[in-house]
């Protein structure tokens, strides 16, 4: 059986979300008073549900100092030169124009704002940003501690003969999802005339290669998936090094073929982007169609998984003519890229 | 309208003289008159029609289908004779990927009989490796690729064996022992077979070992009548070479300090005080004498001790029992099966089975059934179920079907052999395997209480062969 948790949770596409805490139950929550202010406030919260100021104040509202506005063009009627303009208000931009001290406390996108207009960009840098920031603190765990730390003993429903599993169930905890997803859908890809006993049996020999064949050596032309465990690490996970030779080797897109629509008879490529287990999919159909064209060694039931475990080492090693067959069709999407809104309405 | 002239009136073309071509023919030798014509494109070959839609379909005799045939492109060395069956046959002891098991003991001489080492996994030394790696005690589908290095558990009916082995050193008249070891398939029989000869070598003992009955009976090995035997006995005399090699190789240390003591009548001469390994060589060497050489080997073996020579028990092993319980494949001169009984190794293995040729020296024979791929030997389970009555004190023993053919011989051969049923782990063997498991990096999980259930449920009540499949082979 593969382990249940699979620790290559790099390739997958899942946001991240802070889980509540393990082992309370649900209906206790409900049962729980809420607190009256909630230290977190969500982007698509109400306005109603802001935080209320004790004496009405905001942060500036005290009238102590005028307006650096104001200021200026007192200072410039006594000085006798001519201020800015009180009826129009003053751009930041003039203000801070002279001020360097100023401008340096400003905020970095108007900093970035005010660079932009005066001193020409270089060229391949952008202005902006394009790195998304994970507002961790966001979201916050202490409603959840505040409850563990009440103390109060949670105690389960009467009438239970066992006590309660550990929520949320884990995902594997379904008997149709029983088994490691990538291992499950590699078995379905290799069973032939609907033998899935066969396949499963070609599975096992694929795993246990990948166990006693010695550690793979990694080449730097063709680098894994990014946080990919050493190679010495990966003969004890096979199912670990099995997911990450046929995710490294998985396209990011097919290209379709849209007869007619590029006018003469030729058809318009358009690529198309996949999904994670349609990437595997075809990473794996790629990776059988390697191994059968191999020549087998032994004699005997055990020879395709020999050849698919030979391949799949491979991959990891950077030899296999799968990693040409990806690099083929990443290039082909590249150059067919002005194709994607094709036939998109607008 | 008619022509205005006469048409027969118009001149005509004057009618061809008379030509000289006739005086030119004969003057001109037929060499000079090579033709030469301007016309090159008649005398060329017609160029073929592409066949279209007017040509109609093609006639018949000709070839309208060209399909070529897609040539098989062969890049390498194709494999040498036996190259392949080799691969599937090897055997590998080690993976080097797996962790070193901290802490575990290795089986000695002092405790094979520890109880304390029930329901942990007990590493085998080195040198005995080599030696059962030479009467192939190791099977291919066994799973000892998957760890550092060979080891086994140690179960209760292991350490009955152990036991078995002081009381027969122990005894005062030296004792055999025979047993049969059944069980389901995967419950451990083969391996039990093994820990027998481990606890034989580390001990001292000679191990014979016939790895698979089944190499006897099926008919793949030569086979020839015995002369002087009433009724006919065969001797398989390249699997006796064989066999007398692997008794050599792996109990060098043992037979090379015992020497010839009894004259023995041998269709080669040899020397008088020849060490026992050299004269178990010389029979491998050559299948010819291999059977006589057997023989007196065995006489050797079984000669009583004296001050001077010390002859140390044996342990007589053989896999798949029900192999050899029915009729063989091979036949007779008169074109009717020969009993297994009837083959000269297999017969030496009953004898000493049935207790018809006694041990002098002491001894255990062990025989384990094989279940997969089993022949029917219904007079078998039918010894079998009877020793168990037999020895539980049962009222009614078993008694044969009246109305079904019952082998008599094999009847005989078990009357008094008692059985050693193998059934599953209990829980706390399953949890020591399974700690050995995780301990080796073969098992990614935590073993706790749950755990172990789960696989002991699902390896059909602790099987040892199916709680490796699901927990380390990873076959679902």
Redesign the interface.
């Known amino acids: ?4 948790l699979n620790l290559l949770l790099t390739p997958r596409v899942i946001a991240y979300r802070s889980k509540p805490a393990v082992g309370v139950w649900r209906a206790q929550h409900a049962s729980k008073p809420q607190p009256t202010i909630c230290a977190v406030r969500g982007f698509a919260d109400k306005s109603t549900d802001l935080p209320v100021s004790e004496d009405d104040k905001g942060p500036n509202t005290d009238p102590g100092a005028p307006h650096v506005s104001e200021e200026a063009a007192a200072m410039a009627k006594v000085t006798g030169g001519s201020g800015p303009d009180l009826e129009q208000g003053t751009p930041v931009q003039e203000v801070v124009k002279d001020d360097k001290e100023a401008f340096d406390k400003l905020p970095q996108v108007m900093k970035d704002s005010i660079r932009a207009k005066t001193a020409n960009p270089k060229p391949q840098t952008r202005p902006y940003s394009t790195s998304a920031i994970r507002r961790a603190d966001l979201v916050s765990q202490e409603p959840a501690e505040s409850y563990l730390q009440e103390g109060t003993e949670v105690s389960p429903p009467p009438g239970l003969r066992f006590e309660l599993p550990d929520l949320p169930l884990p995902s594997t905890s379904n008997m149709e999802h029983r ?1 490691d997803p990538v ?1 499950a859908q590699v ?1 379905n890809l290799l069973m032939r005339d609907g033998k899935l006993s066969v396949a ?2 070609n ?2 020999l694929i ?2 290669h990948l ?5 793979p050596q990694v080449s730097p032309t063709r680098p894994l998936l990014p946080g990919a465990p050493p190679p010495s690490h990966l ?5 670990l090094y099995l997911t990450l030779a046929i995710d490294s080797v998985a396209p990011l897109l097919r290209i379709r073929s849209q007869r007619g629509a590029a006018g003469g008879g030729v058809a318009l490529q358009i690529p198309v982007p996949l999904g994670l287990r349609q990437r595997r999919r075809q990473a794996m159909q790629w990776i059988l169609d390697a191994a059968s064209k191999k ?1 087998s ?4 039931r ?1 020879g395709f998984a020999q050849k698919v475990a030979e391949e799949l080492v491979s991959v990891v090693e950077g030899r296999s003519g799968v990693w040409d067959r990806r690099g083929a069709v990443h290039k082909l999407g590249v150059s067919a890229r002005a194709n994607l809104n094709f036939g998109r309405k607008r | 309208m008619p022509p205005s002239t006469c048409l027969r009136c118009l001149p005509i073309r004057p009618a061809p003289s008379p030509r000289p071509v006739l005086l030119c023919h004969i003057a001109l030798p037929p060499a000079q008159t090579a033709a030469f014509s301007t016309t090159t494109n008649l005398s060329a070959a017609v160029a073929k029609k592409r066949p279209n839609s007017h040509t109609g379909p093609p006639k018949r005799g000709v070839k309208a289908l060209n399909i070529k045939k897609t040539q098989r492109i062969k890049s390498g060395r194709p494999p040498a004779p036996g190259e392949r069956k080799a691969l599937r046959k090897r055997i590998v002891l080690s993976n080097t990927n797996a962790l070193e098991v901290q802490g575990m003991p290795d089986l000695s001489d002092k405790n094979i009989t520890d109880a304390s080492l029930v329901c942990r996994v007990v590493g085998i030394p080195g040198l005995v490796v080599d030696s059962l790696r030479a009467v192939e005690a190791f099977k291919p589908t066994q799973g000892w690729g998957l760890f550092r290095r060979p080891a086994a558990l140690v179960r209760k009916e292991t350490l009955q064996l152990g036991r078995y082995i002081q009381e027969v050193e122990t005894a005062e008249g030296k004792k055999t022992i025979r047993r049969v070891v059944v069980g389901e398939r995967g419950s451990g029989k083969s391996t039990l077979l093994l820990q027998a000869m481990t606890m034989a070598f580390v001990k001292g003992w000679v191990v014979v070992n016939i790895p698979d009955a089944k190499d006897l009976t099926i008919g793949h090995t030569e086979y020839g009548p015995l002369f002087n035997t009433n009724p006919t006995q065969y001797v398989q005399k390249t699997y006796t070479a064989n066999l007398l090699s692997q008794i050599s190789k792996a109990n060098k240390a043992v037979l090379s300090k015992l020497q010839l003591s009894q004259q023995h009548d041998l269709p080669i001469p040899i020397q008088s005080n020849i060490s026992l390994d050299r004269l178990a060589d010389l029979g491998a060497r050559d299948p010819d004498v291999a059977y006589p050489i057997f023989q007196a080997l065995w006489a050797e073996l079984t000669a009583p001790s004296t001050k001077g020579a010390v002859r140390p028990p044996i342990l007589f092993t053989l896999d798949g029992i029900n192999q050899i319980m029915r009729y063989s494949a091979y036949l007779s001169s008169d074109v009717k099966p020969i009993h297994a009984h009837d083959l000269a190794l297999v017969r030496h293995f009953i004898n000493a089975l049935s207790g018809a040729q006694a041990l002098p020296n002491g001894g255990i024979v062990l025989a384990a059934t094989c279940e997969s791929g089993k022949p029917p030997s219904p007079t078998l389970e039918l010894a079998v179920a009877q020793s168990e009555a037999r020895v539980a004190g049962a009222e009614e023993v078993p008694q044969p079907h009246p109305y079904k053919a019952m082998d008599q011989r094999v009847l005989d051969s078990m009357r008094d052999v008692e059985v050693l049923r193998l059934k599953g782990l209990d829980k706390d063997e399953a949890r020591g395997i399974m700690e050995y498991y995780a301990a080796s990096g073969m098992l990614r999980e935590r073993v706790d209480e749950g755990l172990v259930a789960e696989k002991w449920t699902l390896a059909g009540g602790g099987v040892v062969g199916e709680l490796e499949r699901e927990s380390v082979r990873m076959r679902i």
């Open positions: 059986m593969p382990p249940r088994y291992v078995t499963q049996r599975m096992a795993l246990q166990r006693t064949a010695s550690p003969p004890l996970n096979p199912v020549q060694r032994g004699s005997g055990g």
